[in-house]
Every structure is written in C-alpha cells, then in structure tokens.
C-alpha cells in the first residue's frame, strides 16, 4: 500500500504504456438493500466508497480480464489505493439502481487513476477519484504492470475511439 | 446527504457558534480483525474509510454526548458528510491496535470538518479529511445545530487550552 | 425482532394464507470479490450469511413485489429473523459466480421459512434454513402479512405447479 | 472450510486434548453504531453473525494467545466454520452495549464448539451455537490443533476451576 515512486530513467517501452483518459465507457450497476441503509432511512455512508471500489473491481476484470483476486494471486500483481477523494452530493437509496460510471482518468508507468459517478434515477448521487500504485503483490514494492495486461487495457478503452463519429485518442500523457 | 450553503447574512448568534480548530486531542482505536483483510493478507481499503466514520461517530458521542443514532433519533440532527479526502500511507493489518486520531479542523454554521489519522506501531498509515453538513433529519434540509451541542462540543474541545501550558484558544473563523 | 407468537384461534381467512413449499425455483447469483475474501483466500465467513440476506430480499422482491425497503417503509410490515442455521460445506472463492437457490419452505400466519443453497461450479458450498416473523414495522408486534402480499407470494411460488409436468402443488400446512 | 472427519484411531496422546464445556467465563462488548443499524433503527440481522465471529475470534486471541491472523500465518493453523446456530430474542441497537459471553462447549480432536451469547441492558437479544474445524491452512485438510495452543486453552478455560468455590472440571468427552 505504499507508493514508491522512485522514479529514475523511463525505458522507450515504457514510455508506450502511458495512456491517457479512457474514451469508452463502463457501468457498472448496483442494487442498493435494506442492509445498506442506516436508520436515516439511506445508504450509510461508508457503503458508497465500497461499491465504488466494487465497481472498480468490475472495471478491472472487464479492461484487463482479471478481477483483483486473480491479479493478485495468479499473476503476482498488487494495485492497492495510495488516494481517494469522493464528493457526496445526494442520498443513496434502494428506490431505484444505482448505476456506477467508472472511467480511467490516466494509466501511468507506477500508477492508475479511476473516477466514479454514482447515479440513481438521473441525479448525480456521488462522485470520487481514486489512484491504485501497481506493486509485486508479495513483496509490496512498486513496479510496472504485465505489457499484456497495459496492452488488453489499452485496446478495451480505445475500443469506441474507432468508430466512426467516436473520439479520437487522446495523447499519451507522462 | 444534500448540502445547500444557502448563505445569506449571518446572525450575531449564530456568529458565535463558530469554532476553529481542536485544541484537545481524541483517540478511537480499533481491533483489526482478519475478516477485515483481504488475501493480500492487509485490511481491505473499504475497511479504512468506515473506520475514519467510526472514529468519528466515537468523537461525536465523546465531544458532544450524543452517537448519529441518538443525534438522528432523539435530537433531530442528520449530519451527512458531504465530502470524504484520504491518503492512504501503510497497509494496516491486525499485527496491532490501530489508533485513530480525530481532529476538529472547523466546526461552522452548516458544517463541521473533521480529520483523522491512523497509526499504527507508531506509523502513520492513512489520513483523512470529512466535511459533514448539518440538516434536519426528516427533512434533510441545511439547519444549524442546536446551541446545547454546540456549547458541549466548544467546551470539550476546548479544555486542554485553558490548562497551564495549554495551546490556546484559535479565534474564530468564517 | 421479537416474535410474540399470540397464537389464538385462526379465523378461515387466515387459514387459507398458509402456503406449503414453494414449487418454482429462485435464483439470486452474486459476484464474489477481492474484499469478500479473507487472508485464508476464501470468502469471510461472516459474509455468508450476508449473502444469504441478500437472496432473501432478491426473493421478496421477485415473489412479492416489495423488497425490505419498500415492506418496511411503504407498507409497514417487518420481517424480522428469529432464527438461522446453516452448514459451510465447501470454500466459497471469486473463481466462479456463487448460484444462491431460495425456496419458501413455508408461509405461516406468523412465520415464513426460507432455505437457501449456494453453489460454485457444481459444488454446494453452503446451506441454510432462515426463519421470519412478521410484525407492524413501528411497533414490532405480530401481525398477519397482507392479503395482497400473501396472494402475490402464493401465485408466485406455484407457477410452475399449473404447467404441464409441473410439480403439483402441495396441501396447506399449519 | 471443508470438513473432511476421516476418524480413525485416536492416539491416547489425542485422546488427552479432548477438553470439555469451558468452566471460566468470556465477555467481548461491543459497540453498536449507526451505520450497523438498517432503516427499522435495530441493528441489521446480518451484523450479528459478524458479531459473533469477532468475539470469536476475541476468546482465541484471549485463550490460545493468537488471534485467527496469527493462526494462519503465523501457526499455519485454519479454523473454518462448518456449522452456526442462532436465535434471534430480542433487537439490538446503539442504546447499550453489547455484551457477547463466549463459552467453549467442546474442544475434540478434530473440532471447537464455541457459544455465544449477545445481552443489552440485561435482555437476552441472541444466542448462537458455532462449530469449526481445525485445518492445514495451506491445504485446508483436516488435522489436529498444537498440542501447545490445546494445552493453552485448557490452562485458561479451566482457570476459575482451581480457585476456591470455582465450579469444578468437567470430565473430558469423546
């Protein structure tokens, strides 16, 4: 869980990895229970940052093929939080599904950012950043992610920058 | 959970409720369990900011005489935290007791910012920033809090500064 | 959550609301994530029956038209449970969707009995038995559940029987 | 988590760590907080097994010097559930401590049954029997507990036995 940025020479490769905001969108929907909510009749609080990192969970498994379970034990890779940042702006209820918007905000060489926009019926109920470093998940030192897990991200949110009226890629940021 | 900051002209009364940082020190520590962790053999991220919420309902029931449930229920009082910042330094893990510092940075008219920092073995693991709002609790619309808690919430925060040695008290801020 | 069996006579209309085990079947699949699992890399146990609590209200949602939120708030009614029981016979792990099977064992003037099984793979990881009482969500006395509610539940929980090759549906039991 | 009760003969060395019901007696309080309560204002039904699990694992910690983390890592000693039992009395909420009494029933070569018993304000709200089994925590087969974390439980759970007017021990069962 700690971030050792300890920096030093970029390698041409990895200069490559550096990707910028996603331009394809993922949501992921979740349904609000009883259990939920507290007695003010609304989601406690501290569920919302845990359906964000659910969703963004979700978003893992779909952009590079691997929940965090499997990044961690099959392929040796931790991406713990360094920073999350979260405005709540309206209640949380189980009225209506609370769809998730999570988009990649920028997928550096020792870091990802990830925003989420919680909605329900139309309203913007929360949204929040959140950046994960990317270390060996036993020892806990940081290191760059797997070139095919970057690459299969990569193509998942370029997929819509493609088609035609689609937006065009953004350029890689450091 | 909605915050409207209304504004407007701030009656004299009203002016006196306002209260600048802590001056007292307030401590929650909490057990980590190992259903608290994750297979990465650390306390699961979600897990740190509901602890940050319990600390901080512990600071409420301690500086104010009421936990959320006797604010909601017996006196009225929502206090729906309206923004959430945390930096997460360490992983936490049940090798220890985990203290939680939490700080009053701001008690004002329609809001009360607090902080909290979590130690453990002496290192500081995670810190955070929480911005409440105060509402009425059925209606969930912005109110001020009632005088008694704010008087409670003075004096307890308060206390060490009038000790000899003591820090002094802060002058209010807007 | 107290269960004040009052007993009494039954009046006919309330003898025809008991309803034997369900014939149609109900299923609630959950996504197991990182967070679930403990450092054993195995789902916590105490999230069990958790999830077992979710397919519950998935289940009341299906065959009622209400989940908790709405039973509680918009129609007064609670369900609180009086008893659990359940045997963990395998792992439950975020390799494979966990399958939770919900069958109504019986609705009673007071009680209604749920069994839940869930499967990963094939393999049944768990079982349990959940027994409700019905009470007025305010003052937490017994009650008899709605009509409307009772009828729904009942045509619900036999559709299958009234199809060909359907299983027939079963007596009323007390 | 799976049980696997191949039996067979029993050394006489295993047939001494056969202990029986604990003669000392075990209290692990909690603190109910808002966010455990669900919108009927009582804590939600699925906190309790949670409940139960952490004053568990607080009489490990207590009686066999290691808490579930440290059994695992630290003694490569697993202790999943196979079975809980609860009833459910009365509703718990934020008004009181939870006082959670913890009694050992059985230690036997193969299996710990622990009961708990959760009281507020004087009234019984649950009570939970709790089966587990001891296992390779790498392997997650079937084995017996150190013969040193057997001897210590047996010092503690029968510490008040020794003492004058203490309740005497309980001959040892299969």
Known sequence: MTAHHTGGERSPRLHLLTEAEQTTSFVHTVTVRFGDCDPAAIAY????????????EAWWKH???????????????????????????????????LVCEVIMKRLGHRSI????????DGILCFEGEFVSVFVDAKA??????????????QQTTRRRAAEPGGRPPQPPTA
Chains 1, 2, 3, 4 share one sequence.
């Open 45 to 56: 609080t501290a569920r919302i940052p845990a359906w964000c990192l659910e969703a963004i």
């Open 63 to 97: 952009h590079a093929g691997f929940d965090w379970y499997e990044l961690n034990i099959d392929r040796g890779l931790g991406t713990p939080f360094v920073h999350m940042r979260m405005d709540f702006r309206a209640p949380v209820t189980p009225r209506h599904p």
């Open 113 to 120: 950012t990830l925003v989420v926009a919680g909605v329900q």
């Open 140 to 153: 806990m030192k940081a290191r760059t992610p797997p070139p095919d897990i970057v690459e299969r991200i």
